[in-house]
């Protein structure tokens, strides 16, 4: 906890100062910090916003998050954007409340984390599933062209040795993987069944 706070006494140095580049640092600061507390709490997703949605946060949420979010975009996107000390404050007191109540949460279980990636990835709701899909399905109709001229016989010959070259090194990885998974669990149980002899 006292990193934390050590964190956001340099967030809150940089407000102090009362300049606008100031304030845009301890906005863009703050959301690194909110963000570092999601993943280290183990909330999965590519953005602040799905990772927010697995902590308990989306849409126009009460801790109002959302409009701090809004700020910080607008401070990356528009060079020329100008906000007041008091929007930069609201912001960022937006940020360090709901960073505090996610680290106050216990952290993601396995379990949990399963059903987000099934959610997000695998589920027939996610957009990402259909995404990945046709793209999947581009390529083998791509490579399906390809294989009908000359030359795209020559670049699906090469596709298809450089991945059984990859394919074969994904094996090795594995097989050194599980031997190096089952040699520590043996050692780690050998240990744990010796008696220990305190003085």
Same mark, same amino acid.
């Given at each position: 906890m006292a990193k934390f706070n050590e964190l956001?006494?340099?967030?809150?140095?940089?407000? $102090?100062?009362?300049?606008? @580049?100031?304030?845009?640092?301890?906005?863009?600061?703050?959301?690194?910090? =909110?963000?570092?507390? &999601?993943?280290?709490?183990?909330?999965i997703g590519k953005t602040i916003e799905e990772k927010l949605f697995w902590a308990g946060y989306s849409g126009k949420d009460k801790e109002g998050i959302t409009e701090a979010l809004e700020r910080h975009k607008d401070i990356i996107e528009k060079i020329e954007y100008q906000f007041s000390d008091f929007e930069?404050?609201?912001?960022?007191r937006m940020y360090k409340k709901v960073a505090q109540s996610i680290v106050s949460k216990p952290?993601?279980?396995? $379990?949990?984390?399963?059903? @987000?990636?099934?959610?997000?990835?695998?589920?027939?709701?996610?957009?990402? =599933?259909?995404?990945? &899909?046709?793209?999947?399905?581009?390529?083998?109709i791509t490579v399906r062209i390809l294989s009908e001229t000359e030359i795209g016989k020559n670049i699906t010959e090469y596709?298809?040795?450089?991945?059984?070259?990859?394919?074969?090194?994904?094996?090795v990885a594995i097989i050194l993987i599980l031997s190096a998974i089952i040699i520590g669990?043996?050692?780690?149980?050998?240990?744990?069944?010796?008696i220990k002899i305190k003085e």
């Open positions: 956001w006494a340099g967030v809150e140095k940089l407000l $102090s100062g009362h300049d606008s @580049s100031g304030s845009r640092l301890a906005v863009i600061e703050a959301h690194k910090i =909110l963000e570092a507390v &999601l993943d280290n709490k183990g909330f930069a404050q609201e912001a960022v952290d993601l279980k396995f $379990s949990d984390k399963l059903k @987000s990636y099934y959610e997000i990835y695998f589920s027939p709701k996610s957009i990402k =599933l259909w995404v990945n &899909l046709g793209i999947i399905f581009g390529f083998f596709i298809i040795n450089t991945s059984n070259f990859i394919i074969s090194w994904i094996f669990l043996n050692v780690y149980f050998e240990n744990k069944s010796k």
